[in-house]
């Protein structure tokens, strides 16, 4: 069993009135302490009833992330059970893979400056009016209909300039108080609000989303249609999964975020396995939020969630920090988790100039426009009596992310059948062809050297050349082979295999850690060891050929 030890933030000394099984304690009168929550993850499937009985008596709450049932987030009061106390008794349980700490998470916005300006300047400057002229189509050649996940703070339906652009579940009945397509969710006909626990997506109360809204119309307002702004893909489906309450300022914590990715995973799953039948062909999700100052190690169940993911095709999106740090060693949440399946976006201005926030030549693949940027307001009260739904100003890497995941939408609509056949019988395959068109793809700018991987800037009709070379055959698909190589289990425990056999003898092999040092490790039949070097992120450097590629792998010590 995986320990995770490393998560726990330092314990309450205090008295504690219940002890776990074995242990018993005196009853003293203490004052009301916060609930403390931890995420567990099972081996197998279990039951709700299963979780509460091997923790009877001190758990209060518990709740499953996924329809699989074996992702739980448990709540507890600390006042009956100290933390270091639930650790001895999860790393007694066979039952339980992993776990981690919950925290909480913050949308990734900077302040708005107020004054507005020209408009959309930041699709002329990624060269989406020229990828416009190659497609701007809702579905791909094979009829699929593309679908992006935008996890925020929600989006009003009655918003004008979304109109039938936004996700349907057609295999719920509306209104009919049944959960009709078996997902775990009832009448989830527009998506899910994870913070509402209801299927109302437009932030509670107040219909605020004033964060969600911009992100979303940047990825897909209405284009064409003679209304308010065009987003970067005119006819995207936006599955709108809503994870926090803009108006009553609740936190969001990082099970909120796995319970959201479970259900995108889900419906890309399902729409796969009934093919098309049900569920839906999610191609990517967006992240516009995050946790500073965080490290991979505190939050290996999140990170996996990445590769869970991509192995079903589905592209991530995560803005970095807006804090310009270099997040290798202060740390960055969802930035440094260890997957091919993630792309993270630092912000640029109009003249292509890098712009304050997280950098990293490891860890922050490119840069996109993140600086004055005009888009769609929310669609509450106020601006529905003012009139008023759009403007600009919107700063920060929130609105530079968008644009990348947008891109993956646009790639997919553009794709030819070679690359579509691919998506259906190796979509992490073909999710890794995305990242490297994409990345492959951006205008590399002097200014923006040393704060990403690219040293680049997005430009999307460059990034649909690049996947014509791969439809026509010019592309060298031999080249892919590390593109396509994986390391596993990634999380692990230092013990690393190939999901493609290579010869280690013919590979020069780097491993550093987040501070850039060179660590020592050993090969012994075909595999990479690294288990007696410390828990925490590594970047292994693959040379085969003339040829590099790296990887981000998570060391979790048993």
């Known amino acids: ?36 929550r931890i995420i567990v993850q099972f081996h197998e499937s279990v039951k709700e009833q299963q979780v509460y009985k091997l923790f009877e008596g001190v758990v209060e709450k518990v709740t499953a992330l996924d329809v699989e049932n074996k992702l739980f987030v448990i709540e507890w009061s600390s006042v009956y059970l100290s933390k270091e106390r639930l650790i001895e008794r999860l790393n007694s349980l066979s039952k339980v893979q992993n776990f981690q700490n919950d925290g909480i998470i913050k949308l990734r916005e900077t302040t708005p400056s107020d004054s507005l300006f020209n408009r959309q300047w930041h699709l002329g400057l990624i060269k989406a009016t020229k990828a416009w002229d190659l497609s701007r189509q809702a579905a791909n050649r094979q009829g699929d209909t593309i679908v992006i996940a935008v996890i925020d703070d929600g989006l009003h339906l009655n918003h004008p300039d979304f109109k039938n652009n936004i996700w349907k579940n057609h295999s719920e009945i509306p ?38 809204t911009p992100v979303a119309g940047i990825i897909g307002a209405r284009g064409n249609d003679t209304t308010g702004i065009a987003g970067i893909m005119w006819h995207i489906k936006l599955m709108i999964v809503t994870i926090a309450d803009t108006s009553l300022s609740m936190p969001i914590y990082q099970s909120d975020a796995i319970r959201a990715y479970s259900y995108v995973l889900h419906q890309r799953k399902l729409y796969q396995s009934t093919k ?14 995050g946790i500073d100052d965080k490290m ?5 169940l999140w990170c996996m969630m990445y590769d869970s993911l991509g192995k079903y095709g589905v592209m991530n999106v995560g803005a970095v920090s807006n804090n310009q ?70 700063t920060g890497t929130s609105f530079a992310a968008p644009m990348v995941t947008a891109a993956v939408g646009l790639l997919h609509s553009y794709a030819c059948e070679k690359f579509i056949d691919l998506t259906k019988s190796n979509p992490e395959a073909a999710n890794l062809l995305i ?48 593109e396509q190589l994986s390391l596993y289990p990634n999380p692990g425990n230092g013990l690393i295999s190939f999901s493609i056999m290579l010869p280690l003898e013919e590979l020069t092999i780097n491993v550093v850690n987040m501070q850039g040092q060179s660590q020592s490790f050993a090969i012994v039949e075909n595999q990479i060891q690294l288990q007696t070097n410390a828990e925490g992120c590594y970047f292994i450097r693959l040379i085969y050929h003339n040829k590099s590629y790296g990887f981000k792998y998570l060391l979790i010590n048993n």
């Open 276 to 289: 098309g039948k049900k569920g839906a062909f999610v191609v990517a999700s967006n992240a516009s939020w």
């Open 175 to 212: 209104g009919n108080m049944i959960d009709d397509d078996s997902n775990g969710y009832v009448d989830d006909v527009y998506g899910w609000n994870f913070m509402g626990q209801n299927n109302d997506i437009s932030d509670s109360l107040n219909f605020d989303a004033t964060h969600g």
């Open 296 to 300: 991979p190690h505190e939050a290996p």
């Open 325 to 394: 740090v270099l997040v290798d060693t202060k740390g960055d949440l969802p930035t440094l988790c260890p997957s091919k399946h993630l792309i993270t976006v630092g912000s640029s201005t109009i003249n292509d100039q890098y712009f304050s926030s997280g950098y990293s030549q490891q860890h922050v693949d490119l840069s996109a426009p993140g600086v004055n940027v005009f888009s769609v307001k929310a669609y509450n009260k106020e601006n529905q009596i003012s009139t008023d739904l759009y403007r600009g100003g919107y």
């Open 435 to 482: 990242r490297r068109f994409i990345l492959e793809g951006v205008d590399t700018i002097d200014a923006l050297q040393g704060y990403t991987v690219t040293g680049g800037r997005l430009n999307i009709a460059k990034s649909m050349k690049i996947m014509d070379a791969y439809c026509y055959g010019t592309l060298n698909v031999n080249s892919l082979f590390l």
């Open 1 to 36: 069993m995986i320990s995770c030890t490393f998560v726990v933030v330092r314990p309450l000394k205090i008295l504690f009135l219940l002890s776990l099984f074995l242990f018993t304690g005196i009853v003293w009168a203490v004052s009301p302490k916060p609930k403390s």
